[in-house]
């Protein structure tokens, strides 16, 4: 092998580290932005407009119990996105009540909370 050619083998392999080099800091790069957006985005999308965040105020109401109402038909009807889920409100009616079973009955009066945006 002649000294020519390992020059040029040496450039060679000095040009392709250089290529490996570039292509890690372009890997890393475009992983860094990809993660920045990612973060950005998610806390510009949790952000919300004071201008559209109305006060939402909690309230009682008395309701008579009618023929064929449960529990879970009085939650579907009241029930607002204050609560996590159904059997939440079922939980809250069942304690605000005083309530030892989930059964109801025709005639019985019931205290229901809901929330509304008006001040009453």
């Not at 392709?16 to 890393?28: D, N, P, S």
Request: negative net charge; hydrophobic residues 35%.
């Amino acid at each position: 092998m002649t000294v020519q050619e390992r020059k040029e083998r040496s450039e060679m392999k000095k040009r392709r580290q250089l290529a490996k080099r570039r292509m890690v800091i372009l890997l890393a790069t475009l992983f860094v932005v990809t993660v920045g957006s990612i973060v950005c985005g998610s806390i510009f999308s949790s952000a919300k407009d004071p201008a559209t965040d109305i006060p939402q105020h909690k309230y009682y109401k008395s309701i008579t119990i009618e023929q064929g109402d449960s529990l879970w038909s009085i939650a579907q009807e009241y029930r607002t996105d204050e609560y996590e889920d159904i059997q939440e409100y079922i939980d809250e009616l069942i304690q605000l009540n005083g309530l030892t079973s989930k059964t109801i009955h025709e005639g019985q009066h019931l205290v229901v909370a809901y929330y509304d945006t008006e001040i009453r």
